[in-house]
């Protein structure tokens, strides 16, 4: 069973950065692309980042691209985001998501059905 688990979420001033972690367990992480996405409050989900299996290929909102970083580590089975330049705009619940199948890219999965979800991550950035 893949699970997915968030963390570093929290208060931040625009301007700042914060960075995200998503470990992840159940099956062989290096095989799959993963990916992050956001929902702000009364908003729907939305597609934020991706990365490919083995983080040669990514992909980004053009909302967040040139401030955001996804990267990962397979040794650790761990996606990270990294967030510069935070704004109030970016407030939301953050989601590490992973595909069902191994043959989903990075730019797929900004496209396709996500499979598993984490539980997300509550980023807040004060204006």
């Known amino acids: 069973q893949v699970q997915l688990v968030e963390s570093g979420g929290g208060l931040v001033q625009a301007g700042g950065s914060l960075r995200l972690s998503c470990a992840a367990s159940?099956?062989?992480?290096?095989?799959?692309?993963m990916g992050w996405f956001r929902q702000a409050p009364g908003k729907e989900r939305e597609f934020v980042a991706a990365?490919?299996?083995?983080?040669?290929?990514?992909n980004y909102a053009d909302s967040v691209k040139g401030r955001f970083t996804i990267s990962r580590d397979n040794a650790k089975n761990t996606v990270y985001l990294q967030m510069n330049g935070l704004k109030p705009d970016d407030t939301a619940v953050y989601y590490c998501?992973?595909?069902?199948?191994?043959?989903?890219?990075?730019?797929?999965?900004?496209?396709?059905?996500?499979?598993?979800w984490g539980q997300g991550t509550a980023v807040t950035v004060s204006s």
């Open positions: 998501a992973a595909p069902g199948s191994s043959r989903t890219t990075a730019q797929a999965m900004g496209v396709r059905p996500v499979a598993y």
């Open positions: 159940g099956r062989t992480f290096s095989n799959y692309a």
């Open positions: 990365i490919s299996w083995y983080g040669l290929s990514t």
